[in-house]
């Protein structure tokens, strides 16, 4: 069974930087394609950014050219840099695999807010 743990989150003012990361552990011998999910209150959980195995990454519409996703293959660990954050930014972000395809974490809360 795989365990992800994300930390990081935290309050930040608008225009503001944070650096997620989610770290996995269990019985996995590498990561694969992984990727960054959030969920606002109310809203339902929605891909954020990803990333495969060769580093190729994909972003939401709404992070492109402010956040960055990577990742440390010797660590399973995967990151994610936010800058220039909105207060629409403001969610629960989660780590999984591309599609979801692990129990997910608990989360760590990003409240953008002045």
């Known amino acids: 069974q795989v365990q992800l743990v994300e930390s990081g989150g935290g309050l930040v003012q608008p225009g503001g930087s944070l650096r997620l990361s989610c770290a996995a552990s269990g019985s996995i011998v590498s990561l694969g394609a992984m990727g960054w999910f959030r969920q606002a209150p109310g809203k339902q959980r929605n891909v954020v950014a990803t990333?495969?195995?060769?580093?190729?990454?994909y972003y939401a519409n709404s992070v492109k050219g402010r956040f960055t996703i990577f990742r440390d293959n010797a660590k399973k660990t995967v990151y994610l840099q936010m800058n220039s954050l909105k207060p629409e930014d403001t969610a629960v972000y989660y780590c999984?695999?591309?599609?979801?395809?692990?129990?997910w974490g608990q989360g760590t809360q990003v409240t953008v807010s002045s």
């Open positions: 990333i495969t195995t060769g580093s190729n990454t």
């Open positions: 999984n695999t591309q599609f979801g395809t692990w129990n």
